[in-house]
């Protein structure tokens, strides 16, 4: 077979640049390993930037996110038993809205669908070779087993951390920076209202928490738990209480948390991790196949659309014989990128508990959470990485 750019992964940011090119009179086809509902139904990260919102919108892709997402103009810091509220909007003039990565991946599906964009669902074996020529292949077994190859001029690595793609680069051509943390994040998805009309992210000495939620009647809640911790441990009930006691309030302000049966838990582990160059030939990383950011700054989808509305007319050019978008690609998104791991850090250091810190530590983390949430300069730094940056 032959096609113009080969996207192996149909997570956002394989959907979306798929569907950026086809938009743009590109043949291109997604190579995707899980199944078709396995897709569509996966739960993942639930926070759209505005640039996001805003793409997805020109893009016609917004109508269901116009109906269904829910705008935020701020959010909650809580420690030391209160709310410090940072006002979004006031101080960006922009807001955030929550709307489920599925969902989004549920909307690119429809779209290639409805327009007759090709996706191979239940891939396997897919390898790559000739990427630093200018004829990849990429070779896989279909659904039913079959063995195929592609012939392409370039191939979009957009198959998650996990994916085949970035190990394919040799290793003398790739820098990676990674740092683990010593948490993973319990998130479970609850049949009951949220508890409070906003997201609050709790620091707390038992851990963190954090309230967020899906719809006004589905919430999504997280705990700060041991990375080598199984979920057998954690019961519905053991589950509740902890997260009640960590996002507990004192005196003015009373939050009781909501409770209601558990749909969906799972165990994530958390760390920074960005692979450079994002280039290697004819292939470009994108999305988590090249870098992963600790969720607690909302960045990992939003991350991944911007790489891939960079890298479509990235390619758009490289095949009508410009390279200049295709060589500054990685630097491009790396700007980005290494803004977005700043900030997911930061977050992540400010707000967890750390296991092995000692108190000078831990009066450092409190010390940041007052001057963030009482200084309108530190506030609005928060806030403007949160809401997200204007696309580069
Ligand atoms: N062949 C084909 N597909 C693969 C392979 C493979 N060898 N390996 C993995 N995949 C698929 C996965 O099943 C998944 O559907 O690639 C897709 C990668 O999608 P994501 O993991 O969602 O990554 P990305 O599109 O970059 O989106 C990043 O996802 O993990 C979250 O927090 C992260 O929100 C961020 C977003
Ligand atoms: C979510 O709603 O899943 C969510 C919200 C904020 C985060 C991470 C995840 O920082």
Redesign the pocket.
Known sequence: MRTQVAVIGAGPAGLLLSFLLHEAGIDCVVLEARDREYVRQRV????CEQPTVELLTSLGLGERLAAEGMPHEGLSLRFDRADHRIALTELTGKTIT?Y??QEIVKDLIDAHEARGYPISFEVSDVSLSDVDTERPRVGYRDAEGVARTIECDAVAGCDGFHGICRPSIPDSALTVYEREYPFAWL?VLARTPPSHHE?I?AHHERGFA?H???TPEIT?L?LQVDPAESLEAWSDDRIWAELTARLEVEGEGEFTLREGPILDKGITPMRSFVAEPLRHGRLFLAGDAAHIVP????KGMNLAIADVRVLSRALEALLRGDESLASAYSDTCLRRVWRAEHFSWF?TTMLHTDPHADGFARQLQLSQLRYTTSSRAAATSLAENYVGLPFV
């Open positions: 993942r990260a639930g926070v929550v489920g990565q998130g997201l992210y954090l967020s939620m899906r999504r997280y969720p607690t700054g909302a977050m």
